[in-house]
């Protein structure tokens, strides 16, 4: 292969969040355009996060069965799709009409692209490789919303500058489409099936992560990933809404401040999964990095919930990127170096269907309590993280020694059903003595 298939898949991430970091700092000005109060926003972002609950095992297990590139492809297109119905939404319910699109047609985005990783990096490159994804998330968080605050001030063509991110979103992703349609190799060509998998169904996402969490190898990294998920969503869902309620900010006022702190993170997560691209997760090992950026992000929760200071909450903020930069390839390496080859799809969507659980549940409490105190679900969100950092301190390091496509077959789990089962994979991870 010619050119390397990471260097295409991260910038096909890169354009594919670029057009969200655009969106997401903007999502409260939206609800204030409609009228809406901050528990709306809320039920927004359950909305689309309960579609790619849903969707994201299916499509997982879809990408196992049919390839990466297909399923990646869809995505890209289905964004294209959902940025402009956003951008043209008149009224609130066609704003959520256009999110529940977006999560039914995106949500095969990241699970396919963690599988895509997997397929493609050795074991002990593979927190490396998955910082490509964090790397992605950095960029385009460093620049999509500062252009996003700039599109959204000015109108081109008679369009209300309100949706002018939107639709230039929308191009970027019909872009990125023709990129990868081009440019993007596929990377998964054992299409044989795993013995006893069931067809999938819109329900079969809570079965796949009962039966995840279940794994004894698996389930432990899981378990960690879901206390931090729980607790994350205070940041994604509520910290705009905080920052506008706490310093009472409206408008493009608001905009421009909530779009320049996103830059401080973006340029933040770049920088750090920089260096876990650049051998961090091999020198201090990846449980280690766990334990770190659980204890960090515990510390800087509770600062933003006390802060009423915006230069201090801007350093909070880079803070919490530093942290979530670490925690989060570290522990999808964690969990995917767990999975066989056949099986990456399926656990890569059923840890995305956790994390979409997260945000169903989490982001209408959130911003129900961010209305009546702005520090309270940073607080809450303190306590997750906290029990989160209790559970690092037992996740075991990732070992060459044995791994899915060397090790020999693992014994099969005590309690595994006779019509489902994940590979038990205990010869792919040892204890430190």
């Known amino acids: 292969m010619k050119r390397s298939p990471l260097i295409v898949l991260f910038l096909t991430l890169f354009i594919d969040l670029f057009g969200f970091g655009m969106i997401l700092p903007l999502l409260p000005v939206y609800i204030q355009h409609y009228q809406g109060a901050p528990w709306v926003g809320g039920l927004l972002l359950a909305a689309f996060s309960t579609m790619q609950f849903l969707f994201a095992p299916i499509w997982g297990r879809a990408s196992d069965r049919i390839g990466r590139r297909p399923l990646i492809l869809l995505s890209l297109i289905g964004s294209a799709v959902s940025y402009f119905c956003f951008g043209a939404a008149p009224n609130l319910a066609l704003l959520f009409v256009a999110r529940v699109a977006s999560g039914i047609l995106t949500a095969a985005s990241l699970p396919t692209a963690q599988a895509y990783i997997a397929d493609v990096t050795p074991p002990e490159k593979r927190a490396g490789g998955m910082a490509l994804i964090g790397a992605a998330f950095g960029l385009g968080f460093a620049f999509g919303p500062w252009l996003g605050g700039v599109l959204g001030q000015h109108s081109v063509f008679g369009i209300p500058p309100l949706a002018m991110p939107a639709y230039f979103a929308a191009l970027l992703a019909l872009f990125n489409f023709s990129l990868a349609f081009f440019l993007l190799p596929e990377s998964h060509h054992d299409r044989s099936p795993s013995e006893g998998r069931a067809q999938e169904g819109p329900l079969q996402a809570l079965r796949n992560i009962g039966l995840a969490l279940r794994n004894p190898a698996i389930g432990f990294p899981l378990t960690v990933f879901t206390f931090t998920t729980f607790a994350f969503t205070a940041v994604e869902s509520s910290f705009s809404w905080m920052v506008l309620l706490r310093f009472h900010l ?123 105190h702005t520090g309270v679900p940073f607080f809450l969100s303190a306590c997750l993280m906290g029990s989160a950092f209790f559970l690092s301190v037992r996740l075991r390091p990732i070992t060459s020694a044995a791994t899915p496509e060397t090790a020999s077959p693992p014994a099969p789990p005590v309690e595994a059903p006779t019509d489902r089962s994940w590979p038990a994979g205990t010869g792919e991870v040892e204890r430190e003595s």
């Open 250 to 372: 409206y408008g493009q006022a608001g905009a421009a401040v909530t779009s320049g702190i996103f830059g401080i993170v973006g340029v933040t997560i770049l920088l750090t999964q920089l260096a876990v691209m650049a051998g961090l997760a091999r020198l201090a090992g990846e449980h280690r990095l766990a334990m770190f950026g659980t204890l960090l992000l515990t510390a800087c929760l509770i600062g933003i919930g006390l802060a009423h200071d915006l230069t201090l909450i801007r350093i909070l903020s880079a803070f919490i990127a530093i942290g979530n930069g670490v925690l989060n390839p570290s522990l999808s390496a964690l969990i995917t170096q767990s999975a066989g080859p056949k099986d990456r799809g399926a656990i890569s969507g059923a840890q995305q269907g956790l994390a979409s659980l997260a945000r169903i549940i989490a982001p209408p409490i959130n911003n129900a309590l961010v209305a009546s």
